[in-house]
């Protein structure tokens, strides 16, 4: 039977791309929740056997009580950790990933679970860090062009003249063209 | 010394102060100490960090020590407490709801019939299982009659969800740090029924601990963390130094609350002196029997064995003795 899987992750996205991956693998989804709503009642209801949630989530410690909880339906709820597989639960916790499971779950069966939600985290992660990167760098150009607006009207001279000149500037400087645009920016402001 | 800094871990509470105060104030720099503090949501995690070894150490609620080296919660491990870190702080809140039944004064013996007429289960929340605050609440509960296991129900609700857990009438009380009492009660939700030193008056509430092999294999970075650590809690504990652990405790990066709030909070704290930082295992014994008296532990056996292979005062005299601190 597939097992029944419930994600907890503040970032609609990933939860949502992970929630895919899930179920691409032949795994149930059954509940998908930000951290806050009632979880206790949903993984009452829900039945789930593998519950995914996101380590930066303080709910975590509402999951650690139930094991007491979920004792009044026979099932209760466990942290994933067991002996031998301690690599397993380091590498997940470091890429922001915790599981718990309904107690006596195979750790085999819940070791590929583990491994979709380390791998949609990690690429989460890598895409944000370069749509920070792309965004970092639109930024940047959108300065260097004001910059170069300045440098035309007060030198009145051509666009590529005064790219030349910031670009000779930052290079005596050793500082980067935004850096430069920036200085620009600033002492035109100044200047009036 | 290590090359590396060493990553300690703090919850956001007003006694995390002494982590973020020996950053601040340069105490861990003294000590030729590099420390990276790491904020984290929750105590899980806390606990999963320094057991996995992706924390070297950090800051704990008293009993997780020994939750862990007793296998009572869900991971276990080898941690050792070396120095207390706080006591004072938590305190019991009940609703006004509950307090109006109860004809307006707080009587532990009128909890029970004021319980009584409730549609559902009387509920109280704490932070962590197995937590002191788990503990000070089935106090307060047995105290006015309720057997917590059978006509009471307890569960975990983040600190910062205990108001408006309360204010929608999810939970009829709760112990917590503050500030999240003095919210409450200034909000007109509840009001503090019990401190901690009504509950357990000279008892440690957070400790720093570490596992117990990277205590073996390094004692300097220890006694070192510890001397640092000790300098910041003593200096935390001059009462002109108070509005300025306040202000650098309510940071964004810190706690992130009103300094004011934070002020408060710290009233009600000690961070200085023999108890609350000797790790004497007379304190974890205390708290074993309450998860005996509870029936969470079974056995009577090696208590105080476990008790003092975990509480490590000798850890602690190795610094306080060489750094001229209280000792007893």
Redesign the interface.
Known sequence: MSLRVIVIDGEPDRAAALTEALRVQGYTVVGRFAP?DDL?RHVVDLNADIIVVD???????????M???SLEQGRPV??F?QDGN?ET??AA??SGV?AYVVDGLRPERVKPVLDVAVARFAQFRALRSELDKARASLAERKLIERAKGIVMRRRGCDEESAYRMMRRMAMDQKARLADIANRIIDADELLG | MAKDALKLGFVPLCDSAPLIIARERGFFAEQGVPVELSREPSWSNIRDKLAFGLLDAAQMLATMPLVAGLGLGNVQAAFVVPMGLSCGGAAITLSAAMLDRMGGGFRARDLAPALAGLERKPTFAMVFPFSPHEYDLRWGLAEGGLDPDTEGRLVVVPPPQMVSRLAAGDIDGYCVGDPWNSLAHQLGLGRIVATAADIRPGRIGKVVAVRRDWADDNPELLDALLRALLAACSWIDRPENRPEVAAILARPDYLNVPAAAVRAGLEAIRFYGDMPNRPDPAQALWYIEQMTRWRHLAGQAERSAVAATIYRSDLWRRVAGTANLPIK
């Open positions: 806050g206790r380590v930066d989530s303080p709910d975590r410690d509402v999951l650690e009580s094991r007491d909880v466990v942290m950790a301690a639960i380091r916790i470091a915790a």
